[in-house]
């Protein structure tokens, strides 16, 4: 235990604590591991509070809230425990206002920041080789496998692919009108093994489509596709094609987007391609660092480097 939580609270701080603390046990019913975290969370703030100059909890406003909070992610901790502390601090102070010893919870509107979800694992250039090597000839393949050449090769979400009817192919410009997220359209790039497995499908497509159906990838039952219908069958192929890795269609667009930006090193047109309208979505999707662009920066902009003064 820190030095700074040896040191008693003011009763005007503490006091307080210990009536919520006899609550949590007497009547909330919480386990003793939550009750140890909350009093744990709790002391710690109060102490900080205590060497900020605040000596009662009447005090403690929205400002002092996002303060404690901007502590702890100073002192490294994990969203989760972070949450955690928020949350014992908005429970202390719902037990006041219940007391009649607040009229305001100055917590409520203070969120923990989003854990980070980890990126999916993209596959190698093999294994996505291994993968899309579909050589059976029935209808259903050649609609999987033109989905996945399509995934890989113009990086496109779930929802984009799935949305995609056959008027927004243009074969001849070798391009397909997608609709993101937010509904904002673009033009993705369509050649090589996408361009020559959608035209097999398309040559399969209307022994399975409804006469009305607009969708380019339809299901058995003729209708467009579902996102789950796809994510299974990927899941599936993945397993056919004996790939080390799961095989989800968000993987594929990681693959993509990783396999360009080594192949280009240009984040812009990697950001463009994917259709993300800030490049640190495609910094981060891309497992790039700030050094590695300050990096490229540096070496490659006309005035990152300061003119060095000639020697007298």
């Known amino acids: 235990m820190k030095n700074d939580l040896v040191n008693p609270l003011p009763n005007a701080l503490q006091a307080p604590l210990n009536r919520f603390y006899e609550y ?20 710690t703030m109060g102490h900080h509070l205590c060497d900020l100059g605040v000596n009662s909890w009447s005090q403690v406003d929205a400002a002092w809230v996002r303060q404690l909070a901007s502590k702890g992610m100073r002192d490294g901790m994990k969203a989760s425990s972070l949450a955690t502390r928020l949350s014992s601090l908005r429970s202390f102070f719902d037990f006041l206002i219940l007391r009649g010893e607040l009229t ?28 899309l090597e579909v050589n059976e000839d029935d209808p259903l393949s050649i609609r999987d496998r033109a989905m996945m050449e399509l995934m ?20 001849g410009a070798e391009e397909i009108r997608v609709v993101g997220k937010g509904d904002k359209e673009r033009i993705a790039p369509f050649s ?3 361009k020559e497995w959608v035209s097999k499908w398309l040559k399969l497509r209307n022994g399975f489509a409804h006469p009305d159906e607009k969708a380019l990838f339809v299901s058995k ?22 790939v080390a890795s799961h095989i989800s269609p968000h993987k594929l667009r990681h693959s993509f987007a ?3 930006l080594e192949s280009s090193n240009n984040l812009r047109a990697v ?10 979505t495609t910094q981060i999707y891309t497992h790039l660092d700030f050094q590695h662009l300050a990096q490229a920066y540096d070496q490659a902009h006309p005035r990152a ?4 003064k000639p020697k007298e």
Do not use: C
Not at 104 to 128: M, Q
Not at 152 to 171: H, P, Q, T
Not at 221 to 240: C, D, P, T
Not at 305 to 308: A, D, G, T
């Open 271 to 280: 950001q463009e391609l994917l259709g993300h309208e800030n490049i640190s």
């Open 305 to 308: 480097h300061k003119h060095k």
């Open 258 to 260: 990783t396999h360009m």
């Open 104 to 131: 305001a919870n100055p917590a409520k509107g203070v969120s923990a920041p989003r854990k980070k979800r980890p990126l999916p694992k993209n596959l190698d250039v093999d294994e996505v080789s291994q993968l």
């Open 221 to 242: 039952l003729g209708v467009r596709i579902s996102h789950r219908n796809v994510q299974k069958r990927m899941a599936e192929w993945g397993q056919k094609q004996a």
């Open 192 to 194: 090589g093994e996408a």
């Open 152 to 171: 890989y090769g113009a990086g496109l979400r779930l929802a984009e692919m799935v949305s995609i009817n056959v008027k927004d192919l243009n074969f």
């Open 24 to 43: 949590l046990r007497s009547e909330k019913g919480l386990s003793l591991h939550t009750q140890r975290n909350y009093k744990q969370q709790l002391e």
